[in-house]
């Protein structure tokens, strides 16, 4: 069965970078996408990117572009985001999940979760 | 920035329709999915290509679209259906959430 395995919780200062793994299993990683997807305490869904896991081509959310970086390790079937300059309102639930691109996605029903990494910014 | 817009609530007795509506310009060009979250779990594709049910998801649930709204509706909706519900659809190759509505059913 398709699944996918996030790091742990992280606790970072202000300014610091966090970077969190999700690790898939269950399908061919290099067939579809990871995208990561934010929840703030008490707040709604934030789409952050996606990352192709055929040729690591990205999109970016227009309000992380610059501080964001997405990156996989096909040899591991593991997907990386990376968020640097940290501030306490990226302070959320951090979640992948793997899936089509963003227009393709919209038509299929591939769509699987990790359980979420919780990245506190805190000084 | 492009915008999805929900009620943020709904509230409806164990039976009953309920009916979640997402606006947005965008939809009348491109699909949408929506999501079903649960207190402290990831969230759960329900629909998606606006109409279409995932399997193993239940048949009371269905969505509909009509110009820039769509509309995800549980026919008959019962206790566990209680969650937050997320519409989400593409703007500019970019994704974007709607804000969400919190259904209660009791």
């Known amino acids: 069965q398709v699944q996918l395995v996030q790091s742990g919780a992280e606790v970072k200062k202000p300014g610091a970078s966090v970077k969190v793994s999700c690790k898939a299993s269950?399908?061919?990683?290099?067939?579809?996408?990871i995208s990561w997807v934010r929840q703030a305490p008490g707040q709604g869904l934030e789409w952050m990117g996606w990352i192709s896991g055929y040729n690591g081509n990205t999109n970016y959310a227009l309000n992380l572009q610059g501080r964001v970086t997405m990156t996989t390790d096909t040899s591991t079937s593991t997907a990386y985001m990376e968020l640097r300059s940290l501030r306490s309102d990226d302070t959320a639930v951090y979640y992948c999940?793997?899936?089509?691109?963003?227009?393709?996605?919209?038509?299929?029903?591939?769509?699987?979760w990790g359980q979420g990494t919780l990245v506190t910014v805190s000084s | 920035s492009y915008e999805l817009t929900q009620p943020s609530s709904v509230s409806v007795s164990p039976g009953q329709t309920a009916r979640i509506t997402c606006s947005g310009d965008v939809l009348a060009k491109k699909y949408a999915r929506w999501f079903q979250q649960k207190p402290g779990q990831a969230p759960v594709l329900v629909i998606y290509?606006?109409?279409e049910r995932p399997s193993g998801i239940p048949e009371r649930f269905s969505g509909s679209s009509s110009g820039t709204t769509v509309t995800f509706t549980i026919s008959g909706a019962q206790v566990e259906d209680e969650a937050d519900y997320y519409c989400?659809?593409?703007?500019?190759?970019?994704?974007?959430f709607g804000g969400g509505t919190k259904l209660t059913v009791l």
């Open positions: 989400f659809s593409a703007a500019d190759n970019k994704g974007v």
């Open positions: 269950g399908y061919t990683f290099t067939s579809y996408g």
């Open positions: 999940a793997s899936g089509d691109d963003i227009l393709t996605g919209l038509a299929s029903p591939f769509d699987y």
């Open positions: 290509k606006d109409s």
